[in-house]
């Protein structure tokens, strides 16, 4: 999964170095995996893309024929999917949500509202009455339930489960769900539950945690003689920078889910991943332009860095890489440098020693001028990075 695909390879050796650092995006690929992802699912499961992994309109258009909807965290997030792909479900979700971003929710018909606090519940329920006055918002509440610390062991990133500011607490559960059965919330209608736990989990973990999810769910919905029609057991499946072939399981997910949808014939279940959906679609080009010494240790310094490409410095990895020699030949009156040890650590043209995109990489003759091609940059990469730090320029982007 991480050597680049021929056309990014192409198109990376083909690139001017001024037109570099550039984000290559395959589509195809983008569009086969998730076919691929959508292929293993039953058909009672519903595919949302969590945008913030990625919201380039091109990826969102390219997905669009392979999920039913996609999951929004802010008013940005909203406005730019909505321009995007017009006409699309939409889920609003998110801690945190102004007034004005739930009026322009409600303006635009958004079909779902994950609600995150009691709190915003009484906002979103007097909005509507303004906003909406003859519609009933469809909501699903959000919370934060108390798995077992096994089911989340192993998690990258955990949202639920222990004290975060995410979601409803489980104690405060039958107190909410009563407000919609005593009659306090009639601009309001009840879906269903979501619950988005933990980033990172492997398959057999994530149906653990969607199984835990539907059955506190149906819970629930028996104690106040109610039926939730949704439960969103949300995104998180795991992508391994570390391994990049070791691909999130999803057919014994899928078969799982099935087992899951055939015990409850009456539930739509619904997934919202980002990052397995569009990590492995896209690459972070660019070239050597120096290579050097330091303490015994062999550095190539590279166009841009991780204002471009945070990725590997917000999750304390490697990015996986592979090297393309260039097929010019060397431009310029003095010396090339090049690289006299096996190992070279990549690093960018930043002022801070946290400037690392991968460290000692096998790329023995490295030399300055060879393309570097960093892999699995589809997915919380440019669109989590600190672009304007140095005043370097931007990289180009090409949706190939
Ligand atoms: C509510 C919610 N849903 C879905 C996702 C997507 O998670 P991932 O990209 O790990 O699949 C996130 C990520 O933070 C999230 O907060």
């Known amino acids: 999964m ?11 050796l083909g690139l001017a170095p001024q037109e570099l650092p550039a984000y290559l995006y395959d589509l195809s690929a983008l569009a086969a995996h998730a076919a691929a992802v959508r292929a293993a699912l039953p058909p009672q499961v519903e595919l949302y893309y969590a945008a913030k992994a990625n919201p380039e ?46 009026t322009a929710a409600l303006e635009l018909g958004v079909e779902r509202f994950h609600v995150e606090s009691a709190y915003e519940l009484g906002m979103l329920a007097a909005l509507a009455a303004r906003v909406v006055p003859h519609a009933r918002v469809g909501v ?30 489980p104690g405060e559960a039958d107190s909410v769900v009563a407000r919609f059965t005593d009659g306090s919330l009639p601009q309001l209608r009840l879906l269903g539950v979501h619950a988005h736990l933990a980033s990172g989990l492997d398959a057999p973990r994530q149906l653990a945690v969607a199984e835990s999810i539907v059955t506190w769910s149906q ?16 995104g998180g499946m795991s992508v391994d920078y570390a391994r990049p072939g070791a691909l999130f399981d999803w057919a014994a997910y899928g078969d799982g889910l099935a087992g899951l949808c055939a015990a409850h014939p009456e539930l739509t279940l619904r997934i919202e991943p980002g990052r ?33 490409l945070r990725t590997p410095a917000a999750k304390g990895h490697d990015q996986p890489c592979t090297v393309l020699p260039t097929r010019e030949p060397w431009p310029h009156p003095w010396p090339r440098s090049e690289a006299l040890q096996d190992r070279v ?6 002022c801070t020693p946290k400037d690392v995109l991968s460290r000692q990489v096998p790329v023995a003759g490295l030399r300055a001028g060879d393309r570097v091609v960093f892999a699995m940059a589809g997915a919380y990469a440019w669109n989590i990075s600190h672009h304007d730090f140095l005043m370097h320029p931007g990289p180009g982007f090409h949706f190939l």
């Not at 650590?345 to 930043?350: N, S, V």
Request: with cysteine; hydrophobic share 40%.
């Open 140 to 169: 699903l509440l959000r919370f934060n339930l108390d798995l077992n610390a096994a089911s989340l062991a192993g998690s990258s990133l955990a949202m639920g489960g222990r004290p975060t500011p995410f979601g409803i607490d």
């Open 2 to 12: 991480t050597a680049p695909t021929p056309v990014v390879r192409e198109h990376a």
């Open 57 to 102: 309109p091109e990826i969102l258009t390219a997905l669009g024929p392979h999920v039913d909807g996609y999951e929004v965290s802010s008013g940005g997030e909203l406005a730019h999917v909505a321009k995007a792909v017009t006409g699309r479900p939409l889920a609003f979700g998110g801690p945190g949500k102004t007034p004005d971003e739930i």
């Open 219 to 234: 819970a629930l919905a028996r104690r106040h003689g109610i039926r939730l029609a949704e439960v969103n057991v949300g």
């Open 276 to 308: 397995s959906l569009t990590a492995y679609c896209g690459w972070y080009a660019t070239e050597v332009l120096d290579v050097k010494q330091s303490h015994g240790e062999e550095f190539a310094v590279v166009r841009g860095g991780t204002h471009h």
């Open 345 to 350: 650590t990549f690093a960018g043209q930043l």
